[in-house]
């Protein structure tokens, strides 16, 4: 029978897995190799649409062709917009639901629901899968946040049907991370599951009982991610450059390079960053520690988010069995002794953050097909 994939439809990345040989594992984009597909959509002036890497580079210098983290619109009103997205692009409400307008950079738009967007984000993922696995895919596990509510969870299995996908099940996102650990096997556990992504942050409490999950409570910041280390790193840089004018072009290669030094000091204690601007190559060090004064607040923001999931499900610190990371800027080594100093015991971090939703949601792929 024709396998069904599991698919993690992220903010920032989305990714695609499946069960191979009784394990779960990533599909790969087969050029680059990347596991991640950047959740990025950019309209071009011939009126089709780039998907994924190239997409997410469009947008630095076409931001108004371009749509990042469409999933913060997924089945919402024009009241979920903030005025930060409205500086980005033009919305419109007018045939009831949200659509978002995509300039094509030559005078062409597109109006777009979000579900469609998202949908051309599931169709490269699906397309991906059926490369890899030489059949055709038609059905899916997705996962969603513990915090979606009836219309964002429908708005997701819209997205899959517009996608050609049949979606069997949507799963909450912390569910399947405790799945590809296997921690569904247990008896009984308190477990919790720090997720911190690229532009939000989730925490949640579940209480696993013989093989099933509830969600004791969630919370977290739906405008504090990975972007906001990103941020912090680009202002360490424009500092140590002096001057305050920055044109469209030197902004975005300095962002590009804090999320590449923002990555390289989770390994390193100093980070080297080569900026090819407009006035000329300069060549910088940022240091671990520079970046952790600099980031230190965006740290204790999510603690303080875990402490009041706690007390929403009940429970202390000390209740917690298992703790799991979640979400690429987990890695943040700053991240990571937070966390741990705050529940009072090491984080599962074995699988990689960014990958262990995809991996879950194969499992519970799995379980369906039998
Ligand atoms: P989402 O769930 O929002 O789709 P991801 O889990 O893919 O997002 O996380 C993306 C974020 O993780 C980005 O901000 C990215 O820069 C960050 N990230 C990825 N790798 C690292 C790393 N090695 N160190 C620090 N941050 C990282
Ligand atoms: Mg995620």
Redesign the pocket.
């Known amino acids: 029978m024709a396998r069904i994939v599991g698919i ?1 439809l ?5 990714l695609v897995a499946v069960m191979h040989d009784d394990r779960p594992k990533i599909l790969p984009d087969p050029h680059s190799g990347s596991p ?1 597909l950047p ?1 990025a959509v950019s309209l071009l002036p011939d009126g089709t649409f780039l998907v994924g890497e190239s997409a997410r580079r469009r947008a630095a210098l076409h931001p108004h062709a371009s749509i990042l ?1 469409v ?1 913060r619109f997924m089945g919402v009103g024009l009241e979920h917009v903030d005025e930060q997205d409205r500086r980005e692009h033009a919305f419109d409400q007018a045939a009831g639901a949200l659509r978002v307008v995509l300039q094509d950079g030559s005078g062409g738009t597109q109006t777009l629901s979000p579900p469609e967007v998202s949908s051309l984000i599931l169709r490269e993922l699906k397309r991906r899968a059926e490369t890899a696995l030489g059949e055709e895919v038609t059905r899916a596990v997705i996962t969603v946040p513990a915090y979606f509510n009836d219309s964002q969870r429908q708005a997701t299995r819209d997205a899959g049907r517009l996608a050609g996908l049949d979606v069997l099940r949507l799963v909450n ?1 912390p569910t399947a991370a405790a799945l590809a650990y296997g921690l569904d096997k247990q008896e009984e556990a308190l477990v919790a599951v720090f ?6 942050f989730d925490v949640s409490i579940l209480q696993l009982r013989e093989g099933l999950s509830e969600v004791l409570s969630t919370g977290g910041d739906t405008r504090l ?3 906001d ?2 941020r912090r790193l680009t202002a360490l840089l424009q500092e140590q450059l002096g001057g305050d004018q920055w044109s469209a072009e030197d902004l975005a290669i300095l962002r590009d390079a804090a ?1 590449r030094a ?6 390193v204690e100093v980070a080297t960053v080569e900026l090819p601007l407009s006035g000329g190559t300069r060549i910088l060090q940022v240091t671990r520690d520079a970046f952790d004064a600099a980031s230190a607040d965006l740290v204790e923001r999510t603690l303080a988010r875990c402490r009041q999931a706690l007390k929403d499900a009940g429970r202390q610190a000390r209740d917690v069995d298992h703790v799991i990371l ?7 080594p700053a991240v990571r002794r937070a966390v741990e100093g705050f529940f009072g015991k090491a984080p599962y971090a074995d699988i990689d ?2 990958a262990v ?1 995809a991996l879950g949601a194969a499992v519970q792929a799995g379980i369906l097909s039998g």
């Not at 992220?10 to 989305?14: E, I």
């Not at 923002?262 to 390994?267: D, P």
């Open positions: 993690d992220g903010t920032t990345n989305s991640l959740s983290s999933k996102e997720d911190l992504g690229g532009g939000t991610g990975g972007d280390f990103d999320e923002k990555r390289e000091l989770s390994a979640v979400g690429g800027a987990t890695r943040i953050p960014d939703v």
